[in-house]
Nanobody, 121 residues
Framework: QVQLVESGGGLVEPGGSLRLSCVGS????????MGWYRQAPRKERELVAT???????NYADSVKGRFTISRDNAKNTVYLQMNSLKPEDTAVYYC???????????????WGQGTLVTVSS
């Protein structure tokens, strides 16, 4: 069993900052790409940012220059630093990772349960 647990969401005013964390636990042998996705009300889930095990990053155009993704491979953790938040950033943010377990097999996609970010005055 593998779990991804997000934390750090909450209510913040426009222009403010939040830092999300996602920790993987369970029978994890290796994690390749990790990422953050978000889903706003009445919208489809969309990519926010991804980071490879080697540290290469990719961002949605809407968050470039404001959000920074990083990871700690030793802790099976990925972070999302969100600055200059806007009301349109309001969404449930989900962590995603490609995980290989100690039981063998190929990398499998795992999702967290999500954490709500609300940007409002």
């Amino acid at each position: 069993q593998v779990q991804l647990v997000e934390s750090g969401g909450g209510l913040v005013e426009p222009g403010g900052s939040l830092r999300l964390s996602c920790v993987g636990s369970g029978s994890i042998f290796s994690i390749n790409t990790m990422g953050w996705y978000r889903q706003a009300p009445r919208k489809e889930r969309e990519l926010v940012a991804t980071i490879t095990r080697g540290g290469s990053t990719n961002y949605a155009d809407s968050v470039k220059g404001r959000f920074t993704i990083s990871r700690d491979n030793a802790k099976n953790t990925v972070y999302l630093q969100m600055n200059s938040l806007k009301p349109e950033d309001t969404a449930v943010y989900y962590c995603n990772a490609g995980v290989k377990t100690w039981y063998g097999g190929s990398y499998q996609e795992v999702w967290g349960q999500g954490t709500l970010v609300t940007v409002s005055s």
